[in-house]
């Protein structure tokens, strides 16, 4: 069954299982319904890649969007964490 926030539950169902957060699924999903599918992939761009930020940098970012365990994480895994989000 839909629920309410989800604007299109197929595509968010197709991202839980290839392994997305609940959050970024509902995020893409809604965006898509919202626009042109083909539009939802490209948009963004305009940050520099995690790589070439340093590990504070990095840091920062997990703290503002509230991912647990930063604080005892690489450079790598909170590259990996703040992608998987």
Do not use: C
């Amino acid at each position: 069954m839909p629920r309410a926030q989800i604007k299109d539950e197929k595509t968010y169902q197709a991202l839980r299982r290839e392994g997305a957060s609940k959050e970024k699924a509902a995020r893409i999903a809604n965006d898509a319904a919202r626009s042109s599918r083909s539009a939802t992939g490209r948009k963004g761009g305009k940050a520099g890649a995690y790589e070439d930020r340093t590990k504070e940098d990095l840091y920062r970012e997990a703290q503002k969007i509230g991912i647990e365990g930063r604080s005892r994480m690489s450079k790598d895994e909170l590259v990996k964490a703040l992608r998987s989000h």
